[in-house]
């Protein structure tokens, strides 16, 4: 479960990933055009988290509190697994943000180099 957690915070961070690089690689006389192409790869990333059985928190706020209104789950079990999922989601994102960040860091340093 975790893994599939931390694996959707990954995806979704991708997804958005893939917006900016389209928004800013559309020319600038096209407008909200850039927003709108943009807008239509992010939907690639849970494209991925759904094919690859991941749990983002979005479904599974659906999911879960759904189980609570049919009395098949606790309130406390709701409370946490919408928390085990957000907090592993969110350390996913925060994982490709740090790599991302990195990377970009030591192009430039290289680059100031030269």
């Known amino acids: 479960m975790l893994r ?3 694996k959707s915070g ?12 389209v928004v800013a690689s559309v ?5 909200s055009l850039a927003s709108l192409i943009g ?9 991925v ?17 759904t ?3 049919a009395k098949k789950v606790s309130l406390s079990d709701l409370l946490k697994n919408w928390l085990i999922i957000t ?6 994102a925060i994982f490709v ?3 991302f960040g990195h990377q970009v860091n030591n192009q430039r340093k290289s680059l100031l180099r030269q």
């Open 87 to 92: 907090l592993f989601n969110v350390i996913g």
């Open 10 to 21: 990954l995806m979704i961070s991708f997804g958005y990933l893939l917006y900016i690089r």
């Open 39 to 47: 807008a239509s790869v992010f939907p690639i990333g849970l494209i």
């Open 49 to 65: 988290i759904l094919l690859g059985g991941g749990e983002l928190i979005t479904s599974n706020m659906t999911a879960v509190s």
């Open 4 to 6: 599939n957690t931390v």
């Open 67 to 69: 189980s609570l209104f």
């Open 97 to 99: 943000a740090f790599v």
């Open 27 to 31: 020319a600038e006389e096209l407008g």
